[in-house]
Nanobody, 118 residues
Framework: VQLQASGGGLVQTGGSLRLSCAAS????????MGWYRQASGKQRELVAS???????NYADFVKGRFTISRDNAKKTVYLEMNSLKPEDTAVYYC?????????????WGQGTLVTVSS
């Protein structure tokens, strides 16, 4: 099983980016999917998560600016980021709760760097 994240880059304050994370491999089912971020010198923190049914949860610092969504057929989770601020600069990681046959594990993507210039 592999999670491949993409979509990071350099953007100016107030700009937008869309991150994608696609799961691949011998997957039986995917439950929750989410995005975390880790800024330099800081701990990794939850940005947003989404259940298989589409229920979402957001960190307070992104509410109203970021939107998480998923395409279950494509096994892909997205993070639409608007009104970006310099403090959003971080490496963004996706994760997913994936079942392979009778075993469930949390898998992580490799991270994609988002840099917001002031």
């Amino acid at each position: 099983v592999q999670l491949q994240a993409s979509g990071g880059g350099l953007v100016q304050t107030g700009g937008s980016l869309r991150l994608s994370c696609a799961a691949s491999g011998s997957i039986s089912s995917i439950s929750d999917m989410g995005w975390y971020r880790q800024a330099s010198g800081k701990q990794r923190e939850l940005v947003a998560s989404i259940t298989s049914g589409g229920s979402t949860n957001y960190a307070d610092f992104v509410k109203g600016r970021f939107t998480i969504s998923r395409d279950n057929a494509k096994k892909t989770v997205y993070l639409e980021m608007n009104s970006l601020k310099p403090e959003d600069t971080a490496v963004y990681y996706c994760n997913a709760d994936i079942r392979v046959l009778f075993r469930r594990n949390i898998y992580w993507g490799q991270g994609t760097l988002v840099t917001v210039s002031s």
